[in-house]
């Protein structure tokens, strides 16, 4: 159960670096980027936490209100753990209100899945922050589908979305945002009963 005083820091992750920055492995650094929009903030250094951050508040003046730490690690996805852990502890943030928003291999492209806990499905960016903070946080899993044919993996997510799935990319990480800000101020079996497409 979350602490509903407590601030919540949700972590987009991707590869730092304009040669990354439309790769399918960089689908959540472009949730957080619209989400620092919507705030009307821009990302900074984070201290010594390796990674740009930002403060602002995700929902209606009142009660419901969340405050929230944007976050994209800086360090390489497969070190995400790291920069992860020390803003936790800088902003004391509980590891059930942590939101990491990632690329997911198992889903269909556009597709979103929300869920608390679980496995790291072989995304080394899941994986490093499991091993840094144990398993319970939330994930925004957003769906790339398979690679084609005998592409390897780690090919396919380090490769742009297609002309195809860019006519649509807006769109979905239009709706990954959302279900982020329901997530945060509705809890999680709203979010899922919502976005669980």
């Not at 991707?14 to 989400?35: E, I, K, Q, S, T």
Request: charged share 25%; proline share 6%; net charge positive.
């Amino acid at each position: 159960m979350s602490d509903t005083n407590a601030p919540w820091l949700i972590v987009g992750l991707g590869n730092p670096g304009p040669g990354y920055a439309a790769n399918r492995h960089n689908v959540g650094f472009m949730v957080a980027d619209l989400l620092a929009e919507r705030i009307g903030g821009s990302f900074k250094r984070a201290g010594k936490a390796q990674a740009q951050a930002l403060e602002g508040r995700i929902g209606a003046p009142g009660p419901s209100n969340r405050r929230v730490i944007l976050a994209k690690p800086m360090s390489y996805m497969n070190l995400s753990g790291g920069p992860v852990t020390a803003l936790r502890d800088f902003y004391k943030v509980p590891t059930s209100n942590i939101v990491a928003v990632h690329d997911e291999l198992d889903i269909d492209y556009g597709t979103l899945r929300l869920k608390l806990g679980g496995g790291d499905n072989g995304h080394n960016g899941l994986k490093s922050m499991t091993k840094a903070m144990g398993p319970d946080y939330h994930r925004v899993r957003f769906g790339i589908g398979r690679p084609p044919g005998r592409m390897q993996v780690a090919d396919f997510v380090l490769k742009d979305f297609s002309s195809a799935e860019r006519k649509e990319l807006d769109y979905f990480v239009d709706r990954a945002a959302d279900a982020v800000e329901c997530l945060v101020i509705d809890g999680l079996e709203r979010a899922q009963g919502t976005y669980n497409s």
